[in-house]
Each structure stands twice: as structure tokens, then as C-alpha cells.
């Protein structure tokens, strides 16, 4: 919102826009002649970071500037400038375009093509103007006029962008670049001055392909996800309709081989689904009635009936879109560091320089346009200070190194929400993990299966597969997923009913069964059998089952994590200290403990334990990254320095406060996550080095004229392209 109330009050043809983003559509009223095409490509940069879930859900936002009035109606947002109450009469009011992933991506790839085009025919021109004026007796005019072509066709894209400013009151290096290559012309120097606009050009042109090697890794996520759905009408007849017009509770119709429109529940049908694109998991996963299902997921072999549970905008493929593009956004510590370098330090360069050219001509005599064999002019020396200072590789090196992170993340499973989180996991020495759905794979599986007497093992399954079918309780799935896995057959109920807080009761035609906890069992006529059972082992969970002529149990429990250990094996070899928080009892959570070799186990805590000992350890100095997955955690997930949630299905509560999303819902992607982030940040200090270092050596060499205009050219632009080329390194790293 303040993004478009700052393009608002700078626009001054522009008196109201009205934002709709469930319906993607944008509307702008003005006054008089307006430039239509200028005004779209400021709104599409503008939108591009405008998070549309969180402008519904943050209906009444008052933007830094009070003076403008803010209303919501029928879902659409609506800045207005004050005015008198019949100026709205003589507005005009405009569509724009809302930008969609694939115009994104192809204006980022027409941009850097465009430059790098620019800065090809800048390299050819002065090459040949170069070997003209050396190698050859022609014409005086000749080499000048290739050097003009060069000047012309690098410079170009700066020149739109320095007018561009210019016109908001605003200064930048490309007014610095181009100030330098017209002083190099002014003194004879047409071959620096197309040297410098050659390498300027081609590092925009990295930069800006550093941008489209990021969208295009965030559009194939975006274009996987479906645009239509079979919704089933009333008469049993399907109607295709966008996926954005679904709403929650209809049905679609999905057929084999296509995409799952959004999130919903198999009603009707089984079929197998692959889940790789979410969860990165290869082998398809068994979806019958009442499995979930995810959109962006693709429908195997079967067809099926599902039913609506989020909307497009809410589900676990549009959070996940929704994360990636919020975090290009979203500025690192060090970036923030970078971006005092704009209007106020450009002044104070240009100042700095015209005191030195005067300092040179008054106070030391040196002549001020004129070069002599001894000496360059003050002129001369004036512009290779210009050159030197200019801060083109410092203003590239940290978001380059950013954008590429992020494009590596996402292609791998590991979501930053922005740069500051890419920066700070490096810097964590404590690693806080929940237990159940991080350490463990957080579903119960059945572990084996008890009979009294002996021997009806599968009589037991048996029933409690048919009661628990009924049910959606996480035990319920796991016994009848286990039951259909070992072909069991279920039988069909007469009678069927719930028992708040003990189980389910049910009647079939083999008689009354029973389902539920201990006490079920212990106040029947069978419970002396009961005292003879020692009670679950640790760290299970029981179901019991009671027949009139059985008596049996079924045990359950939470596996660990295949590669948990493996992870904490790792991080302490890197030093880092682990710490398990769990509200689970402690003797279950020492168990796990134990297996995983984790440093501390802090069991039995509620949420506001869990942020206590957050805070707890961050007082202590160190800086502690939160892992976890449910809505108990986004409390110390919020606590933590750098948070990290498990999964796309994780909760939404966890995602929201998360820095960090393993997408792929496996523990392993932690380490991914981290080595990622030192590289970045490594790759970041040497950015910064480079480029300060540069900055640094060549002022003061300049200061004492001892650096040619041509020296300092290659030495300030060669940096700005070493700092592309090193951040795009981060893009081929392996995992």
C-alpha cells in the first residue's frame, strides 16, 4: 500500500487507483493527456511485489501518507488523492494489465537480451573504431563516427533510465557513467568514453540476466499449477471453469493424467497421485475417499470426485508461489547497506570531483583542459575520479547474490522469504527443533497388531479398520491405511456411533464391536484379560479392540525421520548445538533423543515454554533457528532469529511466521538450506570486497594523478561485471 500511494502522490495525471486482487485488476483514474505506456511499466514494477493474500486479509491499511484516503468495497482497495466532491466526475478511469508470471519472464528475458544486443554493437563499434584509428590511414572522421556509434548504443539504456530520474528529482550511477563518457569526449577521449559505456552496459546486462534466471525458476513452479477444473454440475454434468472462480464446498471432476485444480478431499473414486512437485517425494501416493489432496499435484490412473476445501489463492502451491515472489522483495541486512548509495551519494561524488578539479587547477597549477607530456589536465584527473567513484559494482553485489539464492532455493525445495533470511541462517549456532512432524515423520503407522488369544491377528485389523473408517481422527488413517495395504477387507456396519473422549462403537453382521481406548476394555466383561497386558511401550500409542469373542490391540507409533540423524550428525560436526522442544511426556522425547544423539531434550512444554526458551538462549548470546511444523510452534517460530517450517503442509500459522520453507518435507533440506546461505554469504563479502576495494585503491591513486582515465575504466566497470559473474556462480552450485 505505501508502494502505491509513493507512485500516487508521484504521478501527478494520477488521481485514484482501485485494486482488486482476488479478480487480478487494476484501475487508474486521470486527469488530462497521460502516458499510457510509461504509466503501465511503473504499476507492473509496483504489483509485482504487492502480496495480494495479504491485502485481503488486511482489509483497512492507512498508507504513511495520511493525506490520502483508503476504502475497501466489494473487495477492491481504492487510494484516492483529496479533491473537491465534483473533481471524480472528470476523471477517466483506465484498465491496466495485471502482470502475469509469464509476461514477467518474458519482459525480464526481452530486457537482458535487449542490452546485451546494446552492448554487442557497442563492443563491435569500438573494436572497429579501435583498429580503424590504429591500423589503418583512414579518414579522421571515420573512427570518431564508430566511436560515436559505440558511445550511442552503450549508453543508450542508461540515458532513458538518467531521464527517467531526472524528471522524479532523482540522481543514480547511470547520470555518473553517462557525466564520464561525455567529459572523455569533451577532452579527446572518445575511446575511453566508449570503453567505460561497453562495460557498463554489459554488466546491466548480467544484472538483468541474473533477474530472468530468477523468474523463470519461479515461473516453472507458477505454470505448473492448473488454470481449469471440471466442476460437476447438479444434473451430474461437468462445466470447465477457471480455478480462481472455485469456491469451497463444490466438486470437480479429475480425470487421469491432469492436475488437481486446488486442495479438496477424494469423495468418490481412488486413484494414485504424484505429489513430486510439492513435496518432492517420487513414488505416487494412494488417494481414496476422504484422502486430501493438493493442487498442482497430477491425477495418475484414476478418476475421482474431489471436493473443494481452499481456494486457489489459499492453497499449498499458491502459498509457496506466494512465498517466493514476496521474498524477491524482501531486502538482506547488508543490501539495506548498499541502498544509501543513491541520489545523496551521487551529489556528493560530483562535489567531491568539482572541488578536486578546482584544487588541482587553483591551488596546484595544474592547466584545466589542456594535457602536457609531464601531466594531465585537472579536467582529465577530474574525470578519472569521477570513473573510480562511481558505485555501479557496490550496488550490484548484494542483490545479485540474492536473486541467485533465491533462484537455487527454489529450484531445490528451499524457500527464503527474502534476502534477510538467506543472510542469517549462516550466522545461527543453536538449532531448536520440534519433535513430531520434524524429527519424526508426524503420522502414526502401525507398528504391530496384539490378539487374546493368539493367533487373530487379522480379525483384530479386521474391525477396527471398519469402525475406524468413519472416522478422520490421524489414528483412524493410519489403521485403515495399514488395513487396505495388507488387502484387508472391511466389513459393513448395521449400526455405527461415536463415544466422546473413548472411541467407536459399531455393529456388523459377525455382532457388537468396540474400538477406543483401554477403559473400553478394562470396564467390560472381558477386562480381566486386561491385567495380564503390560501397558503400551514407550513412545506407542494403543487402540484397543473388543469383540464378544476377541479381545486385541492394535499398536501405533510416530517413526523418526530417516535422515534426522543424520542432519544432527552434521550440524554438530559444524558446531552447532541442537536443542529438541516438544510438548510430548518426557520419557517418549528422551527416547528419540537418545536414538538421535541430540545434544538437549526439553519435553512436557507448551507453546509459551517453548518461546520462553527461545528467548531464554537468545539472552545468552546465541542466535537460534526454530524448526517446526504446527500451529504450537508459530509462537517460537516468531521468537526465533531465523525460522523454518517443515513442509507444504505445514500449518498456516507456521508458514506465516516462517523465514525459511523446506518444501520437500524432509529434514535433509535444512543442511541444503544452510550450506546454501554461507555460500551466498560468502559469496556477498567477497562482492563487497571487490567492490569497495576498487572504489577505495583507485580514489586515492587518482587523487595523486597517477591513474589514466583508461586504467580507471577497466579497473571500476571490470569489478561491476567480476561481481555478476561471481553471484551467478551461486545459480550452478550443487546441492
Known amino acids: 500500500m505505501t508502494a502505491l500511494a509513493n507512485f500516487l502522490l508521484d504521478e501527478p495525471s494520477v488521481e485514484s487507483i482501485r485494486l482488486n486482487p482476488e479478480a487480478r485488476r487494476v484501475e487508474m483514474a486521470t486527469l488530462g493527456h497521460v502516458d499510457g505506456e510509461m504509466l503501465q511499466a511503473k504499476l507492473s514494477e509496483i504489483l509485482r511485489a504487492v502480496d495480494a493474500r495479504w491485502l485481503r486479509q488486511n482489509g483497512h491499511v492507512t498508507p504513511s501518507h495520511g493525506m490520502l484516503d483508503v476504502q ?7 487510494l484516492a488523492k483529496p479533491s473537491c466532491p465534483t473533481a471524480p466526475k472528470f476523471w477517466k478511469w483506465r484498465d491496466f494489465a495485471w502482470p502475469e508470471p509469464d509476461e514477467i519472464e518474458q519482459e525480464s528475458e526481452d530486457e537482458w537480451r535487449t542490452l546485451a544486443l546494446q552492448a554487442g554493437i557497442c563492443a563491435v563499434a569500438l573494436a572497429a573504431g579501435y583498429i580503424t584509428e590504429r591500423f589503418f590511414s583512414a579518414p579522421h572522421w571515420l573512427p570518431k563516427s564508430l566511436f560515436a556509434i559505440s558511445l550511442v548504443s552503450g549508453g543508450w539504456d542508461a540515458a532513458k533510465d538518467t531521464w527517467e530520474n531526472m524528471r522524479e528529482r532523482r540522481l543514480d550511477v547511470h547520470f555518473l557513467m553517462l557525466a564520464v563518457a561525455l567529459g572523455a569526449v569533451s577532452i579527446g577521449a572518445w575511446e575511453e568514453g566508449a570503453l567505460l559505456l561497453f562495460l557498463f552496459s554489459t554488466s546491466g546486462a548480467l544484472e538483468h540476466f541474473v533477474m530472468f534466471r530468477t523468474h523463470r525458476e519461479i515461473n516453472a513452479l507458477t505454470k505448473s499449477a492448473p488454470k481449469f477444473a471440471h466442476v460437476l454440475q447438479p444434473d451430474g454434468s461437468t462445466a470447465d471453469r477457471a480455478v480462481q472462480s472455485l469456491q469451497v464446498g463444490e466438486v470437480i471432476v479429475v480425470k487421469p493424467d491432469e492436475l488437481f485444480a486446488v486442495d479438496g478431499t ?17 513414488v505416487p501416493i494412494p488417494k481414496e475417499a476422504g484422502a486430501p489432496i493438493y493442487g498442482g499435484t497430477l491425477n495418475q490412473w484414476g478418476l475421482v470426485h474431489v471436493r473443494v476445501d481452499r481456494l486457489a489463492t489459499q492453497s499449498a502451491l ?47 597549477g595544474i592547466p584545466p583542459f589542456e594535457n602536457t607530456v609531464a601531466s594531465k589536465s585537472s579536467f582529465y584527473r577530474a574525470m578519472t575520479l569521477l570513473v573510480v567513484m562511481s558505485p555501479c559494482a557496490l550496488v550490484l553485489s548484494i542483490p545479485s547474490a540474492i536473486l541467485a539464492a533465491i533462484a537455487w532455493g527454489a529450484r531445490r525445495g528451499v524457500l527464503f522469504r527474502g534476502g534477510a533470511a538467506i543472510e542469517k541462517l549462516a550466522e545461527v549456532d543453536v538449532i531448536a527443533m520440534d519433535k513430531t512432524g520434524t524429527l519424526t515423520e508426524g503420522e502414526l503407522k502401525v507398528s504391530r497388531i496384539e490378539s487374546f488369544p493368539a493367533g487373530r491377528e487379522q480379525e483384530v485389523l ?22 487396505k495395504a495388507q ?48 501397558d503400551a511401550p514407550l513412545g506407542f500409542s494403543e487402540v484397543w479392540v473388543l469383540h464378544e469373542q476377541i479381545v486385541g490391540r492394535v499398536l501405533l507409533k510416530d517413526e523418526i525421520r530417516a535422515g534426522s540423524r543424520g542432519v544432527l550428525e552434521r550440524l554438530a560436526a559444524d558446531g552447532v548445538r541442537t536443542i ?7 520419557a517418549a522425547a528422551a527416547e528419540v533423543g537418545e536414538k538421535l544423539g541430540i545434544a538437549e531434550v526439553r519435553a512436557g512444554l507448551h507453546p509459551e515454554d517453548k518461546v520462553a526458551a527461545i528467548r531464554e538462549l537468545t539472552q545468552s548470546g546465541h542466535k537460534v533457528a526454530m524448526v517446526g ?47 546454501i546461505s554461507e555460500r551466498a554469504r560468502r559469496i556477498i563479502q567477497q562482492n563487497l570486497v571487490i567492490s569497495l576495494g576498487s572504489v577505495i585503491v583507485m580514489a ?23 561481481v555478476c559473474l561471481n553471484s551467478l556462480r551461486l545459480l550452478f552450485e550443487k546441492e
Do not use: C
Not at 462 to 480: F, K, Q
Not at 491 to 515: H, M, P
Open 487 to 534: 488387502g484387508i477387507e472391511m466389513e459393513k456396519l448395521a449400526e455405527f456411533q461415536s463415544i466422546t473422549g473413548q472411541g467407536l462403537r459399531g455393529r456388523t453382521e459377525r455382532g457388537l464391536s468396540y474400538v477406543g481406548r483401554r477403559e473400553l476394555v478394562k470396564d467390560s466383561p472381558l477386562g480381566a484379560v486386561l491385567a495380564a497386558v503390560p
Open 700 to 722: 586515492v591513486a587518482s587523487l595523486f594523478g597517477i591513474v589514466p582515465l583508461t586504467v580507471g575504466v577497466l579497473t571500476h566497470e571490470g569489478s561491476t561485471v567480476v
Open 266 to 282: 477424494v469423495i468418490s473414486g481412488s486413484t494414485a497421485a504424484d505429489e513430486s512437485t510439492l513435496t518432492g517425494e517420487a
Open 629 to 675: 511444523d504446527g500451529v504450537n510452534d508459530a509462537p517460537s517460530l516468531a521468537a526465533a532469529y531465523v525460522s523454518v517450517a517443515m513442509g507444504a503442509r505445514g500449518s498456516d500459522a507456521a508458514l506465516e511466521q516462517s523465514d525459511v520453507v523446506l518444501m520437500q518435507d524432509k529434514i535433509e533440506k535444512l543442511l541444503s538450506a544452510r550450506r
Open 462 to 483: 479386521r474391525i477396527a479398520a471398519s469402525l475406524e473408517a468413519n472416522s478422520n481422527h490421524p489414528i483412524a488413517r493410519a489403521i485403515t491405511q495399514h488395513a
Open 72 to 78: 475497501e468495497k466489494d473487495g477492491a482497495f481504492v
Open 318 to 364: 499458491a502459498k509457496i508461489i506466494t512465498l517466493i515472489q514476496t521474498a524477491q522483495h524482501l531486502r538482506a541486512p547488508s543490501q539495506r547497506f548498499t541502498d544509501r548509495f543513491g541520489t545523496r551519494y551521487t551529489i556528493l561524488t560530483l562535489s567531491v570531483v568539482a572541488a578536486m578539479f578546482f584544487i588541482w587547477w587553483l591551488a596546484l
Open 580 to 586: 529438541m522442544l516438544t510438548g510430548d511426556r518426557r
